[in-house]
């Protein structure tokens, strides 16, 4: 049943010569199907939604994206703020089977900016030609699973319903912003800005440009955004204050110009340069070194972390010790080090000691990079306020009152982070077997397998999301990965003509234990103010939960690779 004409692309008119099934088999696939308006229904079209799309028509299936922003490129079309850039090095962070593209692009900088990187992305939109089959600026509303059919009906906000065989989500980690509530929010007189909804400069690839010259801004939060906008706005402003609640441990980016030299050689390394993503823990360059840091003295650690702390990149968080996130005592040192630099940088003892997080160790949350952060704390048109001290009370037609001052404002900022990683999904009204919704079945936390699927939601793939391995590494390396596994379960689902695929209950059972299991080892449960963690459950039962799976990128890949060597074990397919 077609809905919209336009909405129409039947799996019959797919072009045969690129089909990677002979057309038996398609034949097969088609008739099953012949009450869908499409195969598949991908929702969103960021850089995972694009390239499952992509794979997918390769398949010879029909696919229709909803993508609820105007454009491809998912958080880089979204977080247009003063200062967003990059802190994986720009060129483990394309899709490496683009190589046309890559040989012909050069990157300017190690860490790209944002307008640099929606470039790019919009570019790889060009060459995968996947615009065409995405409808912008809708939202999906609601998605309940019919019984009957083994199929998806899914209502847009636009009032059009759609049905499909499966239902892809690649809603993204951090796409849902968090917007705090205080009293007067909408009494403020001056500008008021999200980092999430930055305007876009209509005529480029990056944000309006806001000017600050003289203006009195206040910056709310200090994670990755915060820290970015801070040493932004600080350039120009007339005065800034940055209203901190938890201070974050922050390491220094050491961003420069990419020569025309380096880049040619990059280009001829890209396939080592990935294959090298492929191998480490968290999908960069950078890997933890396999040796304790007990066997090693005070001067070689203090040498190690000087180093680290001078180059580009991660290696100050991913590249030393893997007993720092399992030892306290091993992640002291690292703690103590990165807390002495604080205490060097910043001229005032009492703002240093503010900056410096008492609640948890270096490394356990995500640890925003920075470009002269803390030096923006010895400029005389910047002022921290301390929210634990101080706490907001309203904002006011002037600004933001705190107990103990008022403060005078032009222009506020919230950079208050996002609902992560479960966020995207419950913005819609999923409904599985038995009209089970998607937030009864995480009344206590994530139950998936594999992060891929939910049992009694059939058919339903949720990729880069809760526990799954893609959400916890460098994005596009363990996204593309994530996204060729799944066209390889899908090559088999067409071949063979299922028409469900359902995770087990027992294996679900089993995979969630053992994501808890892992964190368990390390001190990630240490640091529980973090969007890695979210609450869950009622009365006793309430508690943090980890969103993410922090096995690592090779032990996930592992782990789905004997999956499918054991025909796709723990999948109930029919
Ligand atoms: P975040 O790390 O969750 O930080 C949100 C900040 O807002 C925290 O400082 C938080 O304080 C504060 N906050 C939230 N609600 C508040 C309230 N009601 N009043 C006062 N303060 C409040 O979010 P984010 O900075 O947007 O970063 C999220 C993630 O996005 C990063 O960790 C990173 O993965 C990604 N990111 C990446 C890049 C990059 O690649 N270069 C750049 C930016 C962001 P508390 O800590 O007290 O809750």
């Known amino acids: 049943m077609c809905v919209e004409k336009s909405a129409c692309i039947s799996i019959l008119s797919f072009v045969p010569g690129k089909s990677l099934f002979s057309l038996r088999e398609m034949d097969d696939f088609v008739t099953s199907h012949s009450s869908f308006d499409y195969d598949v229904i991908i929702i969103g079209a960021g850089l995972t939604g694009m390239y499952a799309l992509y794979r997918l028509r390769e398949l010879g299936l029909s696919v229709h994206v909803i993508e609820k922003n105007g454009d491809v490129g998912g958080t880089w079309n979204m977080n247009r703020y003063p200062g967003c850039k990059l802190d994986s090095e720009s060129y483990t962070y394309a899709y490496s089977f683009l190589d046309d593209l890559l040989q012909q692009w050069n990157w300017k900088r190690e860490f790209a900016s944002q307008p640099e990187l929606m470039e790019f992305f919009s570019l790889a939109a060009d060459t995968m030609d996947v615009r065409k089959d995405i409808l912008f600026n809708t939202k999906v509303v609601k998605a309940i699973f019919d019984e009957q059919d083994n199929g998806w009906t899914v209502e ?55 000017d600050f010259r003289g203006k009195r801004v206040g910056v709310i939060g200090t994670g990755a955004t915060g820290v970015q906008i801070v040493t932004e706005v600080a350039k120009t402003a007339g ?107 910043v001229k005032d003892p009492a703002v240093a000691e503010k900056l410096i997080p008492k609640d948890h160790g270096f490394g356990l949350k995500r640890v925003p990079m920075e470009s002269g952060y803390y030096e923006v704390y010895n400029q005389d048109n910047v002022t921290l306020v301390d929210l634990m001290e101080n706490p907001i009370e309203e904002l006011t037609p002037e600004g933001i009152r705190t107990r103990n001052i008022a403060y005078d404002l032009d222009v506020i900022i919230y950079a208050t982070g996002f609902d992560a990683i479960i966020g995207g999904l419950k913005e819609m009204d999923i409904r599985g077997v038995g009209g089970k919704t998607l937030k009864e079945a995480w009344e206590n936390g ?9 049992p009694d939601f059939p058919n339903l793939f949720t990729l880069v999301a809760a526990h799954n391995g893609a959400t916890f590494c460098n994005i596009p390396r363990c996204s593309e990965a994530q996204v060729n596994w799944v066209m390889d379960m899908f090559g088999h689902i067409v071949k063979t003509g299922i028409e469900r695929v359902e995770a087990d209950e027992r294996a679900a059972e089993q995979w969630t234990q053992h994501v808890y299991d892992v964190a368990n080892e390390t001190l990630l449960t240490t640091a529980k103010n973090s969007w890695f963690w979210s609450e869950f459950g009622k009365g006793t039962q309430r508690g943090h939960r980890l969103l993410v799976y922090n096995g690592g990128n090779p032990a996930y890949r592992t782990r789905v690779s004997e999956v499918e060597a054991n025909g796709y074990e723990g999948f109930l397919m029919r």
């Open 446 to 454: 994530p139950f998936t397998y594999l992060g891929l699927q939910v």
């Open 156 to 210: 847009l906000d636009n009032a059009e319903v759609l049905r499909s065989r499966f239902l892809l989500t690649c809603v993204g980690a951090l796409s849902t912003p968090n917007m705090p509530k205080y009293p007067g929010m909408d009494m403020f007189r001056g500008e008021t800005y999200h980092s999430y909804y930055w305007p876009h400069d209509r005529n480029g690839y990056g944000g309006k440009r806001v």
């Open 239 to 345: 005065e800034l204050y940055v209203f901190q609640r938890h201070p974050n441990w922050c390491a220094p980016l050491c961003d420069k110009p990419i020569s025309a030299e380096r880049m040619a050689g990059i280009k001829q390394r890209y396939k080592e340069i990935f294959a090298q993503c492929e191998s480490t823990t968290s999908g960069f360059q950078h890997d933890f070194l396999h040796t304790s840091a007990e066997g090693s003295t005070a001067e070689e650690r203090e040498a190690l972390f000087e180093e680290l702390y001078g180059q580009s990149g991660y290696g100050i968080w991913v590249g030393h010790y893997a007993d720092a996130f399992t030892d306290p005592k091993v992640n002291g040192y690292i703690t103590d080090f990165i807390a002495s630099k604080i205490r060097q940088r």
